[in-house]
């Protein structure tokens, strides 16, 4: 947790996936480890620790880190056996000199949404935005109180939120036709899971309403997911792993329902705001939490900006986003061969109906209700380490050893090097 809530801008960001904690976050870091540095060391060892290690090879990490140092020698460590960690997502940059010696150390956390913490709190940006209130009860009497929307209230806080927020959307758009476009058969990994959004999206203009609405939902959220396995650009929302859910509803309401863009941008800021406040509560990160810090925040998210678009105010869009996150608590992170693909990509789509489920619900009623979204999130962040480790993206339960089991192998998805290093 952190002890305020962020820009939204920090719950958006333009990247590559796979993952937002596992890819996106570590290459930052070692963009970031090279700027601490006057001039390039002989050699850097990097050391994964926790879910970065266990499930790192099938998420890029590796890769993503090789592509931010480029031809400067490295070599990974990847250590499942250190248990005290401050956070399930920790790196160890090491920067040595041509005889072995240690130039700087520096120790770093991706908490997810590609963000970075070190020991002296959030690192890799100059400036960070603080919303004056932390939960969204405290924003929702802040609202009523001079009777703003979240939006208005967002406008408030950020200067050129509209400029900004637009090439967010146009990325999550593009994101979305090249998903539906893509011609590949199948996505990239030992799974060889098929992709599917174009051929949902085709059979969707052959079914009558409301099938037909719902398997645009589906195919629109499937195409963003599945970019994200294939590596390609996505915005964070709040995570990569669950970049599918929010774009997938937005772009059904502007492209099927006619939604003009400034009301899509509207309700983009405000599914940012409840991401934002998760974040600041609780957690963003599926090695921490689970995946109902990925899916589960997302369909809120998602759940939130629906409501507004219906028409619902602050209540109601509290209350929507609520039921989102609340029907998610529990939701465990156990991704099949460390690939964010199964079950990743169909709970992108399962997560993008429940929001739109949630949204109309909402807006059918006064949005009075006895758990609060704040509540929700309380008991997701505690539910979330109340999991056993084997199903905070560790590879070591669920789908994820039934799937070891079935083809002979019993140890974790780590690289298959017996020295514990792998060199680049």
């Not at 967002?154 to 011609?183: F, H, N, Y």
């Not at 678009?309 to 986003?321: F, K, P, S, V």
């Not at 999130?377 to 079935?406: C, I, N, P, S």
Request: some cysteine.
């Amino acid at each position: 947790m952190q002890p305020y809530v962020g820009s939204i801008f920090e719950i958006f960001k333009i990247g590559s996936g796979p993952s937002s904690s596992h890819s996106m976050g570590p290459q930052r870091a070692a963009k970031w480890f090279l700027k601490m540095m006057e001039q390039p060391p002989a050699r850097i060892r990097i050391t994964l620790f926790g879910s970065l290690a266990a499930t790192g090879r099938g998420h890029l990490t590796d890769k993503s880190i090789s592509e931010a140092l480029g031809s400067i020698p490295h070599e990974f460590v990847w250590d499942t056996t250190t248990t005290a960690l401050s956070h399930p997502n920790t790196l160890r940059f090491e920067a040595l000199d041509r005889k072995g010696q240690l130039l700087k150390e520096w120790t770093v956390f991706s908490i997810g949404g590609g963000n970075l913490v070190d020991a002296n709190g959030l690192t890799g940006d100059k400036e960070v935005k603080r919303y004056p209130a932390r939960t969204i009860s405290s924003t929702l009497s802040f609202c009523e109180d001079r009777g703003l929307n979240f939006w208005q209230y967002l406008e408030r806080q950020e200067e050129d939120i509209w400029q900004r927020l637009t090439p967010i959307w146009d990325a999550m758009k593009r994101c979305v036709v090249r998903g539906i476009e893509s011609r590949e058969e199948f996505l990239p990994g030992s799974l060889k899971l098929r992709r599917r959004a174009r051929s949902i999206y085709e059979k969707a203009a052959e079914l009558d309403t409301p099938h037909r609405g719902l398997t645009y939902l589906s195919a629109f959220a499937l195409a963003v997911a599945e970019e994200n396995a294939a590596g390609g650009q996505i915005v964070t929302a709040p995570s990569c792993g669950a970049a599918g859910v929010v774009p997938g509803l937005l772009y059904y309401y502007e492209t099927i329902k006619k939604v003009p863009t400034d009301t899509i941008l509207k309700a983009l800021a405000t599914a940012g705001l409840f991401g934002a406040v998760i974040r600041a509560n609780a957690s963003i990160s599926g090695a921490e939490v689970g995946c109902q810090g990925e899916i589960g925040s997302a369909s809120s998210m998602a759940a939130a900006a629906g409501a507004q678009i219906l028409g619902g105010n602050i209540r109601q869009i509290e209350y929507a986003a609520e039921i989102g996150m609340e029907h998610h608590l529990g939701l465990t992170c156990d991704p099949v061969e460390g690939y964010v693909q199964i079950p990743c990509i169909e709970r992108n789509m399962t997560a993008c109906l429940r929001a739109f489920e949630c949204a109309m619900f909402a807006t059918l009623t006064d949005g009075k209700h006895l758990v609060s979204f704040d509540d929700v999130v309380e008991v997701m962040y505690r539910t979330g380490h109340d999991l056993q480790a084997a199903y905070r993206e560790t590879a070591l339960g669920g789908l994820a050893q039934l799937w070891r089991k079935r083809a002979g192998k019993e140890a974790p998805a780590v690289p298959p090097d017996p020295t514990g290093a792998a060199q680049c």
